[in-house]
Structure formats: C-alpha cells, structure tokens
C-alpha cells in the first residue's frame, strides 16, 4: 500500500506533466486559429469560400456525394491548418483525462489515459521514423493552398537549434507519463 506522501507526490508530479501537456496542445491550437485567421482575410478564391459556408444544403450534399472519391486533391485548402487543430485538440482532451484521474486516483481513468497517451506517442514515433526513412514524405502529402506547411518547415530548418531543444522538451514531457 502507498503511503500518502508518495502517492500525493505521484499525484502532483502527473498533474504537473499533464499541466505542461496541456499547454502544449493550448499553444497548438492557438497557433492553428491564428494560422485559420490568416489564411481567411487572404484568401481571394471564391469557390473556397463556398466551401466553408456549411448552412448551404447544396455544398453539403456535394460533400456526402464526393465522400467515397476524396483523394490528396479533393481535401478542404486549409487541411493543413485543420489537421494541426485537430492535434491540439486531441492532446488537450487526452491531458483532461489524465487531469481527471490524478485528481481522483481512479485506477479506471489513469489506465484508459495511459492507453491513450502510449497511442499518441506511438503515432509520434511512427510519423517521425516516417520522415526520417522517406526522404520524399512530403510528396506523399496533398497541396497546401494555404502556404502554411512550408511557413512551419522554413520556420523550422531557420530555427533548428531551438527545434531540437522544444522537441526533446517535449518528448521528456511525454517520457514522463510513460
């Protein structure tokens, strides 16, 4: 049986880490609608802004029609900035749960977060063992309209010092949890 100190320790420790998570896939997100933001007052074409206005039953059925036939051309132009979103969303919600069970010590929600959270990392280190062995993985990638995906990668290979450090940062963080 833990005693209490070393239990409320592990207690602090996980909120901590999920704290910093969180603000992690907090920093991502708004990155991500700060990126949404920019693309909507600098973008001219008028058929993508058609796109966007889901009230319009035409679009939408459209949609569901081309469904089975979505391709790498056929994505939404800010899928970039959509699926960059989607990925601080996920993380924040994975984060809460962990939130959650170190404030309960519920043995359920601490064992579903630790199933989540090993998935997220594997997903990581699947993407990046990607990156690393095909050279050409951004030609596996749809267009981006939106210019954004080649902002972040000159961004990053202008800054890969600091990179490097806010990636072993993080992937500490994320160690942390396993």
């Not at 949404?36 to 035409?58: E, Y």
């Not at 959509?82 to 359920?108: K, Q, S």
């Not at 601490?110 to 050279?135: K, P, Q």
Request: glycine share 6%; charged share 10%; aromatic share 12%.
């Amino acid at each position: 049986m833990p005693t209490p100190c070393c239990q409320g320790f592990t207690a602090f420790l996980l909120k901590f880490l999920n704290f910093l998570q969180t603000f992690i896939g907090v920093s991502i997100i708004i990155y991500s609608a700060y990126m949404l933001n920019h693309w909507h007052h600098h973008h001219n074409d008028v058929h993508d802004a058609q796109f966007l206005n889901f009230g319009s039953i035409d679009v939408s059925n459209s949609v569901v029609l081309a469904l089975p036939e979505l391709n790498k051309n056929s994505l939404p132009a800010p899928w970039f900035i959509y699926a960059f979103m989607g990925i601080g969303v996920i993380l924040c919600c994975i984060t809460c749960i962990g939130h959650v069970g170190a404030e309960a010590v519920n043995g359920c929600c601490l064992c579903f977060y630790s199933l989540l959270m090993m998935t997220f990392v594997l997903l990581e280190v699947s993407l990046v063992a990607f990156i690393a062995i095909d050279h050409h993985w951004e030609k596996d990638l749809p267009t981006d309209p939106t210019g954004e995906l080649h902002s972040l990668r000159t961004f990053i290979q202008q800054n890969m010092d600091v990179c490097k450090w806010i990636g072993i940062v993080v992937v500490v963080i994320q160690a942390g949890f396993l």
